[in-house]
């Protein structure tokens, strides 16, 4: 049975051009089932009308057991422990396992920096409009 996103897809693909890799995110967002931890928590936040935030809980990381990184529209953040965390740990009630968080960023989204305070990371988010993309008057030829 075709999923129902694929299904609108190959309908709306119909009538429309050069919008193949707008759905080729699509369809990986809605087949991806490599997410389905709830760790870390995280928030995605509008700052303004270009402006964006994602925020991850990430309690107990360091800046060095964090890794993030953008693959075309992809962002990846993955946090790794150190092996000798534990030592000494007589009772563990903070989550320090492993993860990777992924995120489809729309071709014109770029990642303008990050920033780790008080077990929050934060990833600052802009929506850069192309020239092209931007409002203009078209002039009619006579010819």
Known sequence: MTHPIEQFLNEFNAHTVGFDRIFHNLHLIANSQNQKSNYPPYNIRKLSDNQYSIELAVAGFD???????LTGDNLSISGKKPEDY???LIHQGLASRNFCRKFVLSEDVEVKGAKLTNGILVIQLEQIIP???KPRKITISKK
Do not use: L, Q, Y
Not at 63 to 69: G, H, L, M, W
């Open 63 to 69: 800046e060095k057991d964090i890794e993030i990184e």
């Open 86 to 88: 534990s030592d000494g």
């Open 131 to 133: 020239e092209r993309k």
